[in-house]
């Protein structure tokens, strides 16, 4: 049995999405159990209706909550009945809990995993990970997409190491294809961190380096993972997301302008829907934190019930390929 | 009188799309002259049929071309006889040429601005400073995007006073907004890098410093000019280039699919050109190298005449504006 704990605060859609969520997980996944953490008044009434086995369902009261507004490493150390300082708490201190999910802040959950749950032996910092849909039906993995603004190369050759062992046991991609985020493709561009760390990946036998990528050709598909210090990383992110969704709203603009173009939209309805679907971050689970000790899942702000589901099981995911004792092995050799 | 050197060599369409540009620049502006630079026999050739004002145009032959598989420093030193080397010797040497436009390697143009233009006095490095269209029917500056990979913060604050000026000079936008690429919006956001800059943008008074900006809001159109590092730049610039193109591909995928999505297509065809058109870079100008003491603008590599048409009026909209003497002017102060 697999147990996850599950922050129903701080997301735009908390808590209905995310105990929705939870409740897709737990009929669809045998051996999984989780821990609701918020208002427990609130989690009861919204679970009422619901058909879910009781049995591997927990409520854990929290009556505070962390928001955007809070200062993230103040609020972590001084919110003690948040839903997210409880939900770390019990991550922390009962074993049988192996991982974590939670739509809200970022910061305070970074915080909350570095300062309270701790890293796995000889991993400098965690870093994040989310994973991108890419134009040729598969995903692409970044590490590390915001986590750490300042890194040395020790830490970006980590991060290449957890996250290839990443999409290899969480996303079942063998032999996953490993590139650097650099202003070329050649293997002396860059500063002097990429060309540091372009020597170390080359020469790591665990890795499968495929060199230098430029951001242009981050969701053409030609690799697995990308390798990112967390500022450029979060750029290349964010970027991609919102030229994505700009374009989407520069055709929406063309398909419902007038009275004709909204004819021609209805005959190719269906097709878009499934761009949008395939573009849409909901079907797709969140941004894992490797290299914590525990398994940490950190989905959008505004997902909806799907994407809470897909974060579960994600998380659910890593602990069963058994992730963590993974990266501690890799480790414990480096 | 305005003139305006012309590298015919380099680019994917070189040298015919070179050629036929200057052809359209010499006919739309009158004050305009250009050297053309590359095989004159080929030069002579291309112009036989074309109606131009003979008295501005000149011809340096060269009959060497430094293409993408040169080190572009080596090139830069060893091609003496290459159409880049020579345009920039031409620029260097003659008082009466104020810019030069080139397709051609980004690199080799760069080391040759640097070792043998020079910088305006006062300019720590130079910059490149391409513009991109926005959502809401403008455009958005970028410095840098790519041609300083490590950065301090005086030159992110020079960054951000060149192209102040630039995009006010040459592109008639009063007071330009001017945001700071960072991770969050927040003052405190970032890196030590970021935290400073932040501060001396704040109180610079020549700058209209309106924060800091995520990369999700680049082409939103929330403000005129974004100051970078060259390395998150260049990130920024090509992860939006590459998620364009990509989503262009995609929805392109959805109207060519089947007979019906091609009649329905058929009915949008105006609409989605504009769209296309809208974002298509040959619309626009090229990147311009801000703190050179001559005007550079660097276009495309796989520029169309429409593109190189664009690169040289803005050079010589940058000349006409006094642009070089207004960054003097005001780095003499700094």
């Given at each position: 049995m697999i147990k996850i704990i599950v922050d129903?605060?701080?997301?735009?859609?908390?808590p209905y999405a995310n105990i929705e969520g939870a409740v897709t997980a737990l009929n669809k996944i045998e051996d999984l159990k989780i821990v609701l953490v918020g208002h427990e008044a609130d989690i009861k009434k919204e679970l009422e209706n619901k058909k879910y086995d009781e049995a591997r369902l927990e409520i854990l009261n929290a009556d505070d909550e962390i928001t955007c507004n809070d200062k993230p490493t103040e609020a972590i150390r001084t919110?003690?009945?948040?839903s997210l300082y409880k939900a770390i708490e019990l991550l922390r201190t009962d074993e049988t809990c192996g991982g974590l999910v939670t739509t809200g802040s970022t910061g305070a959950l970074l915080a909350g995993a570095v300062l309270r749950v701790g890293r796995i032996k000889g991993v400098k910092r965690p870093a994040f990970c989310p994973i991108i849909p890419t134009m040729n039906q598969s995903v692409v993995g970044l590490c590390?997409?915001?986590?750490?603004?300042d890194c040395d190369s020790l830490q970006l050759s980590q991060f290449a190491l957890m996250g290839s062992l990443y999409m290899e046991l969480a996303?079942?991609?063998?032999?996953p294809r490993v590139a650097l985020l650099n202003?070329?493709?050649?293997?002396?561009?860059?500063d002097m961190l990429r060309k540091e760390v372009y020597e170390i990946l080359s020469n790591d036998e665990r890795i499968n380096f495929v060199g230098n990528m430029e951001?242009?050709?981050?969701?053409?598909?030609?690799?697995d993972l990308v390798v990112a210090d967390g500022f450029s990383g979060n750029v290349l992110l964010k970027s991609t997301e919102g030229a994505c969704l700009n374009m989407l709203g520069m055709f929406k603009g063309v398909f419902f302008k007038n009275l004709k173009t909204k004819l021609a939209t209805a005959l190719l309805k269906k097709d878009i829907y499934e761009v949008k679907d395939y573009m849409d971050y909901n079907n797709y689970g969140g941004a894992v934190l490797l290299g914590a000790s525990k398994t940490i899942v950190k989905g959008h702000g505004s997902s909806k019930a799907t994407s809470v589901f897909h974060c579960i099981e994600q998380a659910y995911n890593m602990e069963k390929s058994g992730l963590r004792s993974k990266i501690a092995e890799a480790f414990q050799k480096n």
């Amino acid at each position: 049995m697999i147990k996850i704990i599950v922050d129903t605060l701080g997301g735009d859609r908390s808590p209905y999405a995310n105990i929705e969520g939870a409740v897709t997980a737990l009929n669809k996944i045998e051996d999984l159990k989780i821990v609701l953490v918020g208002h427990e008044a609130d989690i009861k009434k919204e679970l009422e209706n619901k058909k879910y086995d009781e049995a591997r369902l927990e409520i854990l009261n929290a009556d505070d909550e962390i928001t955007c507004n809070d200062k993230p490493t103040e609020a972590i150390r001084t919110k003690k009945e948040s839903s997210l300082y409880k939900a770390i708490e019990l991550l922390r201190t009962d074993e049988t809990c192996g991982g974590l999910v939670t739509t809200g802040s970022t910061g305070a959950l970074l915080a909350g995993a570095v300062l309270r749950v701790g890293r796995i032996k000889g991993v400098k910092r965690p870093a994040f990970c989310p994973i991108i849909p890419t134009m040729n039906q598969s995903v692409v993995g970044l590490c590390d997409s915001g986590a750490n603004v300042d890194c040395d190369s020790l830490q970006l050759s980590q991060f290449a190491l957890m996250g290839s062992l990443y999409m290899e046991l969480a996303h079942g991609i063998k032999n996953p294809r490993v590139a650097l985020l650099n202003v070329g493709v050649e293997a002396e561009k860059g500063d002097m961190l990429r060309k540091e760390v372009y020597e170390i990946l080359s020469n790591d036998e665990r890795i499968n380096f495929v060199g230098n990528m430029e951001a242009r050709e981050f969701i053409s598909g030609d690799c697995d993972l990308v390798v990112a210090d967390g500022f450029s990383g979060n750029v290349l992110l964010k970027s991609t997301e919102g030229a994505c969704l700009n374009m989407l709203g520069m055709f929406k603009g063309v398909f419902f302008k007038n009275l004709k173009t909204k004819l021609a939209t209805a005959l190719l309805k269906k097709d878009i829907y499934e761009v949008k679907d395939y573009m849409d971050y909901n079907n797709y689970g969140g941004a894992v934190l490797l290299g914590a000790s525990k398994t940490i899942v950190k989905g959008h702000g505004s997902s909806k019930a799907t994407s809470v589901f897909h974060c579960i099981e994600q998380a659910y995911n890593m602990e069963k390929s058994g992730l963590r004792s993974k990266i501690a092995e890799a480790f414990q050799k480096n």
